[in-house]
């Protein structure tokens, strides 16, 4: 069974920086594609960031780009998500999401696991 637990979230002053941890368990990962989400109060969840496991390539949403970056620790089994230059609009519950298959998928329900999600809170 897939399992895949957060860790990390924090409060952080805006300019500041966090780094959110996903371990993951439960099987190879290697041809998997994982990705990061976040969701606001009273807003949809949406794409922070993605990581093919086996290639290491990223793509970011627009929003974060320049200023989050994702990567992988085969050892540990762990994804990455650093987060520099933090703003309060990068307030959220942030999500770290898992598919077999290597794919570009932006959307929340394309992906199959999910973790129970860590606060990122950026005060102003």
């Known amino acids: 069974q897939v399992q895949l637990v957060e860790s990390g979230g924090g409060l952080v002053q805006a300019g500041g920086s966090l780094r959110l941890s996903c371990a993951a368990s439960g099987r190879t990962f290697s041809g998997y594609t994982m990705a990061w989400f976040r969701q606001a109060p009273g807003k949809e969840r949406e794409f922070v960031g993605r990581?093919?496991?086996?290639?290491?390539?990223?793509d970011y949403a627009d929003s974060v780009k320049g200023r989050f970056t994702i990567s992988r620790d085969n050892a540990k089994n762990t994804v990455y998500l650093q987060m520099n230059s933090l703003k309060p609009d990068d307030t959220a519950v942030y999500y770290c999401?898992?598919?077999?298959?290597?794919?570009?998928?932006?959307?929340?329900?394309?992906?199959?696991?999910w973790g129970q999600g860590t606060q990122v809170t950026v005060s102003s």
């Open positions: 990581i093919i496991w086996s290639l290491s390539s990223t």
């Open positions: 999401a898992a598919t077999a298959g290597i794919y570009t998928w932006r959307v929340p329900n394309q992906y199959t696991y």
